[in-house]
């Protein structure tokens, strides 16, 4: 069964910290994606990547940034979390050939900053 | 910029019924995607059904089908035969075509299901 797995369920971390959220696809899919949920207002998408190396700027990159060495794996980075910051994070995947058939979501990180 | 818009935060159907999630978009493009994505208690986004916009014919999945206005700009989902387990949060998206575009969702609808 194909995947996209975030390493933590949930996570608890203090104002200040630098936190690390990674995601790992095993679809060889070309393209992955940071989004961020929160009540009320849906998914927001943070940053995308369409290559190794690559990387785009979403709808609200103000305060992240990502990493991504290697095809299958996706990092999202609070360079200094705030407390603004909490909120349930989704990464996901998709093709290059059949993106147009909607994306592969992992099961989320429950970030919360105290 | 796209947007989406799911005007119903909470909706509520009895089991075995029929409900109605609206969804409105806003593009210029013509060519585009169209979904409709469940998120239960889990938090797994599942996909439950996807629209081509240049086709006219709604599209089907059992007991999920849609209605696609596209000069209304409209894609609401209908449930037929609610079952208990269709309960969850249930987000509209929007996708341009090409490859590396990115999905823009509306801020979902939570749908309750009463026996």
């Known amino acids: 069964d194909v995947k996209v797995t975030q390493s933590s369920r949930y996570l608890v971390k203090r104002t200040g910290e630098k936190v690390f959220l990674e995601c790992v696809q095993d679809?060889?899919?070309?393209?992955m994606f940071w989004y961020r949920q929160d009540p009320g207002l849906g998914l927001r998408l943070i940053y995308f990547?369409?290559?190794?190396?690559?990387?785009e700027k979403g709808d609200i990159p103000e305060g992240y940034s990502v990493s991504r060495e290697k095809k299958e794996r996706f990092s999202l980075i609070l360079e200094s979390a705030s407390t603004n910051q909490t909120s349930m994070y989704l990464c996901?995947?998709?093709?290059?050939?059949?993106?147009?058939?909607?994306?592969?979501f992992g099961s989320g990180t429950r970030l919360t900053v105290v | 910029a796209q947007t989406v818009t799911q005007s119903q935060p909470e909706m509520s159907v009895q089991e075995a019924e029929t409900v109605t999630l609206s969804c409105t978009y806003d593009?210029?493009?013509?060519?585009?995607?169209l979904f409709w994505y469940k998120q239960p208690p889990s938090r797994q986004m599942i996909l439950v059904i996807r629209?081509?916009?240049?086709?006219?014919q709604n599209a089907t999945e059992n007991r999920f089908s849609v209605n696609f206005q596209k000069a209304a700009k409209s894609f609401s989902l209908k449930i037929s035969d609610s079952q208990l387990g269709d309960a969850a949060m249930y987000f509209c998206?929007?996708?341009?075509?090409?490859?590396?575009?990115?999905?823009?969702f509306g801020t979902g609808t939570r749908l309750q299901v009463t026996l």
């Open positions: 996901a995947s998709s093709s290059a050939g059949t993106g147009n058939y909607g994306y592969t």
């Open positions: 679809m060889d899919h070309e393209n």
């Open positions: 990547s369409y290559d190794v190396k690559m990387k």
């Open positions: 593009t210029s493009e013509s060519d585009y995607y």
């Open positions: 629209q081509e916009a240049y086709k006219q």
């Open positions: 998206a929007y996708k341009e075509t090409g490859t590396a575009s990115k999905l823009t």
